[in-house]
């Protein structure tokens, strides 16, 4: 089987499901009219929709390679479609197309029996496992930080939440035997640099996280093969941390005797050695250390920034909380900027690295402008908190506020 792509669009319409995504958005306000622009949201220009193979219509951040966001209204339901899932690649070789004959992930290097494994090997040869977990980008609502930073100005949606399915890492390791003296475990993906002076995309895990048996090589994401954007036929998944470290069209797995120096784990994605990842503009920090588990964070997904509601009527506010792995606690909601809270209502669990969905009835007392926050606690006691900055960018996770108008 080979999976193809051209990136030429009209490929693959589904316009229907987008369409009722839109109406479930109300009345085209936040999209706009099909396939041109966006509606202005409360700050920046208007989002261009772009559709990429195998995709919908997506915000454009950047095409070469492909940057593309998921629009907000997505994520009002649990689990992020596939065809909606927001694309990131570092790297213009990406693959558009993969043949299953040909394909072969490699497990090497400091164990016993190098492994050699097709796709449909690794299905019938291992006991499949399923998980939900969110990904996110390190730099997912980068455009919101304080002074600006450089890199991808990504608003709230460089994020998804899926059902992945695939083998556990530790499974592959323990049949391939990892010898002693082993300390890390080292992934790469299908992608290639354009230029031979760009190092090739490439992440390491410490060799107790790799083992941890919830660590997977993924050929499932929402029970269907990932979307060729998103990885095809493999990628791998590191629940709870960010989604640099999820190696996409994973097919090399090398077991390392010595730290991995790799340019993507030893000088990009990296954040301040400081509790937290915050430093100060003025006083940025002089340690770093490589961006890891994801930060506990909640957000707004109903209302839309800029959106009208209606006065003196019920309107359900609806979100998403998530963090880095113990769970969400508790989410609280402000509708006075902050001066009172109300307790949220959750929806159902789908375990600890899932994103909790949200929701609280609010009726606005009077026409005018509201200042909706929104906070979570997470099942280890972490809160939010009211100001972060880093030079990268990245594991935003202050309290929300967006301002609505009641009319
Ligand atoms: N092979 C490969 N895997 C990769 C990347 C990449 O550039 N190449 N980018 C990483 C980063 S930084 C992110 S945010 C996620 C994006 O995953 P998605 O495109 O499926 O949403 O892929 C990760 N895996
Ligand atoms: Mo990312």
Redesign the pocket.
Known sequence: MVKKHAFSPGEGLNRRAFVRWLGAAGAGTLLGPLPARAGAPARGPADQLVRFPGKTDLILRVDR?PQ?ETPLAYFREELTPNEA???????EG?PTAVDLNEFRLRLGGHVERPLTLSVAELRRQFEPVSLVAV??????SRSFFEPRVPGGQWKNG?M?NARWTGVPLRVLLDRAGVKAGAVEVSF????RPALAATPK?G?ALALDHARDGEVMVAYEMNGAE??L???FPL??VVPGW?????????NEIQVLSERFTGFWMATA?RIPNTADGNESPDHPATQTVPINRMSLRSLFVRPEPGERVPANAPFELQGVAFDGGSGIRGVEVSTDGGATWRTARLDRDLGRYSWRRWRLTWQPPGAGTYHLRVRAVSQAGQEQTARLWNRGGYMRNVIEQTDVEAE
């Not at 790469?188 to 992608?191: A, F, H, N, V």
């Open positions: 390679p593309l899932f927001y694309v990131r690649w570092h790297l990406i990904n996110q980008c390190s730099g997912n460089a998804g790469g993906g299908l992608d995309f992440k990932l979307p954007l998103n990885g990628r791998l960010y989604a640099t470290y999820w190696v996409k069209a994973l994605y």
